[in-house]
């Protein structure tokens, strides 16, 4: 029986099938995460890939470390970017230097038009943008020559059929990945769980009953 503990959007469903699907023919690659969707990283090391994680709350470091499951022989790595000090907005200088290949392979985008130029500058040639979320109404100009001159690709996420939620869920459930809930609160306290998310005094997920 599945985990009553799996709580997916169907957009974030549809992204980690499709890294769930490739990572058994696909060599270990570096992933930049921006790290509000805790899961992502748990399903990226335990399918055998480099994690390099955003942050801009200090505090959170041990407990994205925490979310490592890589296998217990595996030289796959999971890194924590501080970014909470970066006064000029450039912290896709400090990926490119964390990662290998002078860049990451792939951005698993998730806030949107606020980060799109530091998620861009942070691949290497030949990488790819994954949007999973937008968290404004803002337009983003598409710096074409960049794209153009790294072949960069940028990738939207739609949904996926039940049958592979079914198999996604299957190999969570395997793998024992679930969302960590770091708070409950009755529904009536819906305003102070939005609060707590706002100001990121939440590690995981807020759940309301």
Known sequence: MLSRH????PLL?????????????????CILVLTSHHIVVQ???????????????PSKTDYIYSLDRSAANSSNTVTVLDISDD?????????????????VDMVIENVGAPTMRQ????????GAVVLIGNVTNETFALPLGLCIV???AVIGTDSCEAQEVQ?????????????????TLPLQEVAQG???????EVSGRVVLT
């Open 167 to 183: 198999k996604l869920m299957r190999w969570m459930h395997e793998k024992e990945l679930k969302p960590h809930v770091d708070l």
């Open 119 to 126: 998620s861009l500058r942070s691949l290497r040639s030949g």
């Open 150 to 152: 790294k072949s960069l």
């Open 6 to 9: 799996i709580m997916l959007s």
């Open 194 to 200: 939005h609060k707590l998310v706002e100001n990121s």
């Open 13 to 29: 469903c549809y992204f980690m099938y499709h890294v769930h699907s490739i990572s058994s023919h696909m060599p270990s690659v």
């Open 43 to 57: 399903l990226i090391t335990a399918a055998g890939h480099n994690v390099i994680a955003v942050t801009s709350s």
């Open 87 to 103: 006064r000029d907005g450039a912290w896709e200088k400090q990926v490119s230097k964390l990662a290998v290949a002078n860049g």
